[in-house]
């Protein structure tokens, strides 16, 4: 078998199992309907033309909300998380600072923030980039840390030697030793994004597929709750995909290290 | 603010200046509440174009010597003058080879060579054409492309010694470079460092514990004593090049050197 199948396998047979179940009535429609009805729902929700049906045409504002806040989240949390990362790993003060404080705030279950941040950001874009930019916070950071932590000192050694200083050294040896781990922290990060991003909709925002499928479980339309966990995942691989290849554009150490 | 010291013998211009003086050098380390000695009274000099092996016992303190060299440690007491003034840390002036693999794994052999003329900023097309003549130098000429990781040890250390050699250090520091090589590439590396600074006239201080290495390789041997550390002889090495190892007087040396190492 070629190697580019095997991927497929599990969710093809995980396709079939749910058809055989439909067919052989071993699960009721109103539980889970047949993948058949799935994918109509999928489409109409997707290519359908709005008010041609509840739900019709939705995909691209729900998609485009919801990408917006994954976005400004994740981005936050790597333009804090990545810096002072790269301190705490190099600098003992730095992590005798943050490390504590850090670990504790990582025990607090993301989830448990929600009631806090409705007060403080209302429902919405507010608390959504909230919870998505504090639960991506921790992979990236802690990674970035482990990273610039684990740089072979004699790299940096051999780096001054040939006459790159502090601030230089930071981008022409730390950064892309520390890339490996840095790469792990984003990927995390960005899939904690989309996690928290489903909570952050779940509390009555109009668009964006958490809200659609809040909504639909209030309309006992279950094809639709699996159309917007489909559609998740999907772009959930996607954003990986697109996180992936943009680092191994922009950093030889992200393209020649995996 | 503490007086400088005149150099030692006022030098006149143009004269046979040692390039390097190393002057009653101290190191001590604090270990677990209590300070241990490494170095002590440690004095050599070396001059412009010659090729001086430090040879001793593992924990001699030959390595913290050239960390010191390097300017990755300071002395604790002592001078170490190169052209007369006193050198501060880490500088492309005196370059090291390490004996593990130090390459950047991100870089492929040409950028890791080009590594510290980009630094410098000097310009992309004069880089490439330094990298290909180093390259060249030390036989890698098709490896330019390839990453550290795809290439066998000895020409990871090829590839250290190109990445030096191009910044064209005052006095370049080799620190067992090639202890981790099997016999046959640390005999090539060998001939390859001797080919190499008699066309480059490059000043080399090489740390060994191998008594045939320094053999093979020095000008001059210094032997050093332990505990703590200091240069206990020195030994010219008059033989003619390129050395025989059969040759008698080179056996001679060899076996000379074994009986003063192990005492």
């Known amino acids: 078998m070629k190697s580019t199948l095997l991927p497929w396998v599990i969710p093809a047979a995980a396709l079939l199992a749910w058809a055989l179940a439909g067919r052989l009535e071993l699960i009721p429609a109103y539980l889970l309907p047949p993948p058949e009805d799935v994918g109509r729902a999928a489409l109409r929700y997707v290519f359908g033309s709005p008010g041609e049906a509840p739900y019709a045409g939705r995909f691209l504002q729900d998609a485009r909300a919801s990408l917006v806040r994954v976005t400004c989240g994740f981005a936050l949390a790597v333009a804090v998380g990545i810096p002072l990362g790269i301190l705490s790993g190099r600098l003992a003060p730095v992590q005798g600072l943050l490390g504590a404080t850090v670990n504790g705030l990582r025990a607090v279950p993301g989830i448990s923030w ?3 941040a409705m007060v403080w950001f209302g429902i919405g874009m507010g608390t959504t ?99 917007g966990m489909i559609l998740i995942a999907v772009m959930g691989r996607g954003s990986d995909l697109l996180l992936t290849s943009s680092l191994r554009v922009c950093f030889k150490s992200a393209r020649r290290l995996s | 603010m503490r007086p400088r010291l005149k150099a030692v013998g006022t030098p006149s211009p143009g004269a046979a200046e040692p390039l390097l003086v190393v002057r009653d050098l101290r190191k001590v380390f604090p270990v677990g509440g209590r300070f241990v000695t490494v170095l002590e009274g440690l004095s050599f000099h070396a001059r412009r174009g010659e090729l ?66 980009r630094v410098k900023g000097l310009d992309r097309p004069s880089r490439k054409r330094a990298v290909r003549r180093y390259l060249s130098f030390v036989g890698l000429t098709e490896f330019r492309d390839y990453l550290p990781q795809a290439i066998s040890g000895g020409m990871k250390q090829r590839v250290s010694l190109a990445r030096v050699l191009i910044l ?3 006095v370049l520091l080799m620190d067992e470079p090639f202890a981790s090589l099997d016999a046959q590439t640390r005999e090539e590396m060998q001939s390859l460092l001797l080919s190499l600074r008699g066309r480059l006239s490059q000043t080399v201080l090489f740390v060994t514990h191998d008594v045939n290495e320094a053999a093979v390789l020095a000008d001059r041997i210094l032997l050093m004593g332990k505990e703590p550390g200091f240069v206990r002889e020195e030994i010219p090495v008059a033989l003619p090049r390129p050395r025989a190892r059969e040759d008698p007087a080179y056996l001679d040396l060899c076996s000379r050197l074994h009986r003063l190492v192990r005492d």
Request: proline letters at 7%; hydrophobic letters at 50%.
């Open chain 1, 114 to 116: 929600l009631p806090l």
């Open chain 2, 52 to 117: 001086i092996c430090i040879l001793g016992r593992s924990g001699c303190g030959k390595s913290t010597l050239l960390k010191i060299l390097a300017g990755f440690l300071r002395p604790s007491a002592g001078r170490v003058l190169l052209e007369g003034r006193p050198v501060g840390g880490p500088s492309p002036e005196r370059c090291v080879v390490f004996q593990e693999d130090a390459l950047f794994p991100w870089l492929t052999v040409g950028e890791n060579i080009g590594f510290g003329l």
């Open chain 2, 168 to 170: 064209e250090p005052r």
């Open chain 1, 129 to 227: 980039v909230f919870l998505v930019a504090l639960a991506a916070f921790f992979p990236v950071y802690l990674n970035a840390a482990a990273g610039a932590r684990r740089v072979d000192p004699l790299l940096l050694q051999a780096g001054a030697m040939m006459g790159v200083r502090r601030f230089r050294g930071t981008f022409a040896i730390l950064l892309p030793a520390a890339m490996p781990h840095i790469v792990t922290g984003l990927r995390l990060g960005l899939g904690l994004s989309w996690a928290y991003l489903v909570l952050g909709e779940l509390t009555g925002v109009p668009d964006g597929l958490g809200a659609v499928i809040m909504d639909a479980r209030m309309l006992g339309r279950i094809d639709i709750i699996v159309v």
